[in-house]
């Protein structure tokens, strides 16, 4: 399994939870920019007293990105540079009321760690902290050269990661990546993703009017709420289908292996219907696509938020003058925002909906890793042993998003993603947490990973 036994993994990783606490203590809400410096200075300071080297990178009107760097041993692999990519930033943490916890003070109950940003994505940097510094307390050190990129923007979109690869590609140059985040499902699984969705996020406003108006003059007068659920149901069918025309055209068909990897992933639709209280059938069961399908290799089109009119207690009746949406449109290889946003527009246009103003907030490009490189077999292989043979999913991309299209553009890395979330993290959401016992067995999967590299 590994030259390191559990029980000193887990002495490492309790010795060093006082840090791990404060770490997570830190409020570094990027969307808010609460304590970004000083989180960016922590995780400076995590990689500097294992051993390693760090600087904090700056680029105008950005996040600071924290750089790291550890040399192999005297018994590795100098030729071989395994990159980690990490986030230090974090959600809001609202709806305050709805924890049942303090959101910024970790709180350990019945096994299970609670604080905001725990499972997205502060376990998984510290869980990576511990592995390399067992290897460090060996004689023969890390298996190979390990380099940091820790982020500060993940959480509003990434908007400057490229900015920071191609300005100091050099300095991060690898030969493989692994990503920020992996998560146990209902059956104990652990998914590995070879990939991840892009996202194209808007807002659509509509104004109907200078005032907002009595609603006796609906007789005679539209509305902008009225304009804008109008405007939303055109792009989408009651079988909930996209129905942009060329929306679909864009998308790069999967390849055999991809197909193969996805008819191996498991799926229960009656776990994810409970795990999260659905209400309704998925839709799915409406499309000429499976569950699986649908989360890997296609697209999406989704409302996340709609705001108009009054919404406060009791009645006030009135015509909403103002009505805005948030859209979020998932993105898989062969789309481009731009391109997206493209065909929205002319989409409103075509159906009469010129007034719907349209604005694209955040972008990210889509990205999957080649799934013949040799090292999508490599984390495979080092998880099984450390999960089991058959608690192990490869997955060609993850239904979320991050941003890995740079990392594969400017670094020119396969990129596969292993981290501690199980199904009922919760993240993004209030009581965000993790299990103690998967935190210890990411700290194992870190250590067998590195060594599996090597002798790759």
């Given at each position: 399994?590994?030259?390191?036994?559990?029980?000193?993994?887990?002495?490492?990783?309790?010795?060093?939870?006082?840090?791990?606490?404060?770490?997570?203590?830190?409020?570094?809400?990027?969307?808010?920019?609460?304590q970004?410096?000083?989180?960016?200075?922590?995780?400076?300071?995590?990689?500097?007293?294992?051993?390693?080297?760090?600087?904090?990178?700056?680029?105008?009107?950005?996040?600071p990105v924290?750089?790291?760097?550890?040399?192999?041993g005297?018994?590795?692999?100098?030729?071989?540079?395994?990159l980690?990519?990490?986030?230090?930033?974090?959600?809001?943490?609202?709806?305050?009321?709805?924890w049942?916890?303090?959101?910024?003070?970790?709180?350990?109950?019945?096994?299970?760690l609670?604080?905001?940003?725990?499972?997205?994505?502060?376990?998984?940097?510290?869980?990576?902290i511990?592995?390399?510094?067992?290897?460090?307390?060996?004689?023969?050190?890390?298996?190979?050269?390990?380099?940091?990129?820790?982020?500060?923007?993940?959480?509003?979109?990434?908007p400057?990661?490229?900015?920071?690869?191609?300005?100091?590609?050099?300095?991060f140059?690898?030969?493989?990546?692994?990503?920020?985040?992996?998560?146990?499902?209902?059956?104990?699984?652990?998914?590995?993703?070879?990939?991840?969705?892009?996202?194209?996020?808007?807002?659509?406003?509509?104004?109907?009017?200078?005032?907002?108006?009595?609603?006796?003059?609906?007789?005679?007068?539209d509305?902008?709420?009225?304009?804008?659920?109008?405007?939303?149901?055109?792009?989408?069918?009651?079988?909930?289908?996209?129905?942009?025309d060329?929306?679909?055209d864009?998308?790069?068909?999967?390849?055999?292996l991809?197909?193969?990897?996805?008819?191996?992933?498991?799926?229960?639709?009656?776990?994810?219907?409970?795990?999260?209280g659905?209400?309704?059938?998925?839709?799915?069961?409406?499309?000429?696509?499976?569950?699986?399908?649908?989360?890997?290799?296609?697209?999406?089109?989704?409302?996340?938020?709609?705001?108009?009119?009054?919404?406060?207690?009791?009645?006030?009746?009135?015509l909403?003058r103002q009505?805005?949406?948030k859209?979020?449109?998932r993105?898989?290889?062969?789309?481009?925002?731009d391109?997206?946003t493209?065909?929205?527009?002319e989409?409103?246009?075509?159906?009469?909906?010129?007034?719907?103003?349209?604005?694209?907030l955040?972008?990210?490009?889509p990205?999957?890793?080649?799934?013949?490189?040799?090292?999508?077999k490599?984390?495979i292989?080092?998880?099984?042993?450390?999960?089991?043979?058959?608690?192990?999913?490869?997955?060609?991309?993850?239904?979320?998003?991050?941003?890995?299209?740079?990392?594969?553009?400017?670094?020119?890395v396969?990129?596969?993603?292993?981290?501690?979330e199980?199904?009922?993290?919760?993240?993004?959401?209030?009581?965000?947490?993790?299990?103690?016992?998967?935190?210890?067995?990411?700290?194992?999967?870190m250590?067998?990973?590195?060594?599996?590299?090597?002798?790759?």
């Amino acid at each position: 399994m590994s030259q390191i036994s559990e029980n000193e993994l887990k002495r490492i990783s309790d010795k060093n939870m006082e840090r791990f606490y404060d770490y997570l203590r830190l409020e570094s809400v990027s969307a808010q920019g609460r304590q970004i410096k000083q989180t960016a200075e922590a995780v400076q300071a995590l990689i500097e007293n294992t051993g390693g080297e760090s600087k904090v990178l700056k680029l105008e009107g950005a996040h600071p990105v924290v750089y790291g760097f550890f040399e192999a041993g005297p018994t590795g692999d100098s030729e071989k540079t395994l990159l980690f990519y990490d986030h230090y930033d974090v959600q809001p943490e609202d709806p305050l009321d709805e924890w049942r916890t303090e959101p910024f003070e970790p709180t350990v109950k019945e096994g299970i760690l609670y604080a905001r940003g725990v499972s997205d994505n502060k376990a998984n940097l510290m869980a990576r902290i511990n592995a390399i510094e067992a290897y460090k307390n060996t004689e023969g050190g890390l298996p190979v050269n390990v380099k940091f990129f820790v982020e500060g923007e993940e959480e509003i979109g990434s908007p400057h990661v490229d900015d920071y690869l191609k300005t100091y590609a050099d300095l991060f140059a690898a030969d493989v990546c692994i990503w920020e985040a992996g998560s146990k499902d209902s059956d104990e699984r652990l998914g590995i993703s070879a990939g991840i969705k892009g996202i194209a996020y808007y807002e659509a406003r509509v104004t109907s009017a200078d005032i907002d108006m009595h609603s006796s003059l609906a007789a005679i007068a539209d509305n902008s709420a009225w304009r804008l659920v109008q405007a939303l149901a055109s792009m989408r069918n009651v079988k909930n289908e996209i129905t942009v025309d060329g929306f679909y055209d864009m998308m790069t068909p999967p390849t055999e292996l991809e197909k193969k990897v996805l008819a191996e992933m498991p799926f229960d639709p009656d776990a994810s219907k409970q795990n999260y209280g659905l209400k309704h059938s998925l839709i799915t069961d409406q499309l000429t696509y499976s569950p699986e399908e649908a989360l890997v290799f296609y697209p999406t089109l989704t409302i996340s938020g709609l705001l108009s009119g009054y919404t406060g207690l009791g009645t006030k009746t009135i015509l909403p003058r103002q009505a805005l949406a948030k859209i979020d449109v998932r993105l898989v290889p062969g789309y481009e925002p731009d391109k997206v946003t493209k065909l929205l527009r002319e989409h409103l246009d075509k159906n009469g909906f010129e007034d719907v103003e349209l604005e694209l907030l955040t972008s990210v490009m889509p990205f999957r890793t080649n799934l013949e490189d040799s090292f999508v077999k490599t984390v495979i292989d080092s998880a099984k042993k450390v999960y089991g043979e058959d608690k192990v999913v490869l997955e060609p991309n993850s239904a979320g998003t991050g941003p890995m299209y740079g990392f594969g553009k400017y670094l020119n890395v396969p990129i596969l993603g292993s981290g501690t979330e199980w199904v009922k993290s919760g993240a993004h959401a209030p009581n965000e947490n993790i299990r103690l016992s998967d935190f210890y067995q990411g700290v194992e999967h870190m250590v067998v990973l590195l060594e599996s590299y090597k002798d790759s």
